[in-house]
T-cell receptor, first 119, second 116 residues
């Protein structure tokens, strides 16, 4: 089974509108972290937002918010007021296991969603 | 700029040649990761260092691949006898390892490798 599933290969959104990028995950570990990264055509992976499995509130960072639904194992990214510069690939990722428990806690990435913002 | 840096940004080589990439992590980060990314895919984990110790290697890392982090600062990834299938983006990331936000991996700009 896929650890991280992003079902939308591509999305279009009108400038200034909000858009939701879907991400579902699969883990039996009670301790995990969820991340979203943006990758423009230049190739650099840019960290956007983080959600810990024990966090009570949904994470927010400026125009980015993470809609964390633990029971459904979903961690959708919401981008408000889309801008032309938001056009990029977006990757959802998950870290399983306790941080600082020793050793490596594997981070798995999804296949990404290509977002295009239309003027 | 104190982010993760990688060198070179692009590399074109002929099949059979050796190549070496360098990664300089964020200075206070003790954890360093290498990933490979092919077109249309997310990054795939290759190897992980905590300080100078290489603690984890993926099965993707064949015998032709070797990584070092000799003083716990910068790291190198060497590919020997390159093959066309090695063509990919090689990404380096670092993290502080602290619980919570500190576990976030910050990525460098990557090295695009093309093997002819």
């Amino acid at each position: 089974a896929q650890k991280i599933t992003q079902t939308q290969p591509g999305m279009f959104v009108q400038e200034k509108e909000a858009v939701t990028l879907d991400c579902t995950y699969d883990t039996s570990d009670p301790s995990y972290g969820l991340f979203w990264y943006k990758q423009p055509s230049s190739g650099e992976m840019i960290f956007l937002i983080y959600q810990g499995s024990y966090d009570q509130q949904n994470a927010t960072e400026g125009r980015y918010s993470l809609n964390f639904q633990k029971a459904r194992k979903s961690a959708n990214l919401v981008i408000s007021a889309s801008q032309l510069g938001d056009s990029a690939m977006y990757f959802c990722a998950m870290r399983e296991g306790l941080v600082n428990s020793g050793g490596y806690q594997k981070v798995t990435f999804g296949t990404g969603t290509k977002l295009q913002v239309i003027p | 700029d104190t982010g993760v840096s990688q060198d070179p940004r692009h590399k074109i080589t002929k099949r059979g040649q050796n190549v070496t990439f360098r990664c300089d992590p964020i200075s206070e980060h003790n954890r360093l990761y290498w990933y490979r990314q092919t077109l249309g895919q997310g990054p795939e984990f290759l190897t992980y260092f905590q300080n100078e110790a290489q603690l984890e290697k993926s099965r993707l890392l064949s015998d032709r691949f070797s990584a070092e982090r000799p003083k716990g600062s910068f790291s190198t990834l060497e590919i020997q006898r390159t093959e066309q299938g090695d063509s990919a983006m090689y990404l380096c990331a670092s993290s502080s390892g602290d619980r919570g936000q500190g576990e976030t991996q910050y990525f460098g700009p990557g090295t695009r490798l093309l093997v002819l």
